[in-house]
């Protein structure tokens, strides 16, 4: 692949998991409306509902992420992503027209396999990275959310003013739009000389974990992923609910706030975490991130007026450096013909973290926030900064075991 090439085809992946982040962040603001509008019930209902939904697409990500990761080391890179995005698309305008809570938690099964190409994608940098760039490059997967999560709330909040089902129908063309540029410019990087058979063994989320676990320190770093997202999670899980409750947030609102968050992330994960792993290497940048993200969990448990929440989030960004150091780490200490079958196994970590966290976050929140428990609206957040201390724990662990 000569650079043109690699050019084009590195920005056809960072366009697509922009894309990604808007299709998410386009519904999220308007998923307690749509959900009350198809069934009914208070906002705590809803948001338990939304942890259902969320744990549902999870499961898929869960299970299909090293299926896919592994299709992509046998078939490639190109026909995996495509096909996804194809069904992705559809999925979206199936939301857009459900009238049950049924026919939403079946597009979020079809819509948690498609999503879960995640590990394709970064297989595929992985395929065009030198060793040395590979932490860098996945924090350009982080930018590319964190870009997505600012166009993504905003639109979505703009259009949610004008119903909860616009935003699906804006996330359907906008797949649409990729799949066809896609289809275009992105090449194969899966040669004969990396190509592996396709083996359901080891393309079980179980199977892969065990097969990985061999290669060194990658087993306790696959935990630090799940203890990491888990704790990350409470802010998509219930990040809509938590302001419309604690501040009185419209979904216009919550969309630009989710804006400022992704500004953040996208100038941390873009351009500042270079810098950071140059000056403190991986694991300096994993222990900043861990420390940072514990401090910014307890401070958001304290704020109780909307304008001091608004101008805050955009700090809390300042700890997202941590999954792509990770993924640098673990990604050097997996073979040439491993990348699709590692990145799928951290993409069922993340997943694995998705089933549960949404269920623990909006059950705490639901509690907290009804006549059953004392009124603690951001209580969701003190369980993620106590998970902080545990990753900081589980990581120094790590760390004193490989020095040994």
Known sequence: MNAPQRKRAFTFILITLTLD?????????????????????????AAIWGGILATAFAVMQFIFGPILGSLSDRYGRRPVLLISLLVMSLDYLVMAVAGSIWLLFATR???????????????FIADISKPEEKSANFGLIGAAFGLGFVLGPVIGGLLGEFGARAPFYAAAALGTANLIFGYYVLPETVTDRIRRPFSLRRANPFGAFKALGQLDGVRRLVFLVFLYEFAFIVYPATWAYFTKEAYGWSPGMVGASLALFGVGMAIVQGALIR?????????GTIIYGITFNFLAFAVLTQITTGWVALAFIPLTSLGAVVTPA????????????QQGELQGVISSAKSMAMIFSPLVMTQIFYVFTTDTGPYFPGAAFALSAGIMIACMVVFLGRTRQTAT
Request: charge should be positive.
């Open 275 to 283: 810098p950071a792993l140059r000056r403190f290497g991986e694991r």
């Open 21 to 45: 982040a808007m299709g998410i962040g386009l519904i999220m603001p308007v998923m307690p409306d749509l959900i009350r509008a198809v069934n009914g019930g208070s906002l705590g209902t």
């Open 109 to 123: 099964i079809i819509g948690g396999i498609t999503a879960a190409t995640m590990a394709t994608a970064s297989a």
């Open 326 to 337: 990770l993924q640098g780490l673990m990604s050097q200490r997996a073979g040439d013909d």
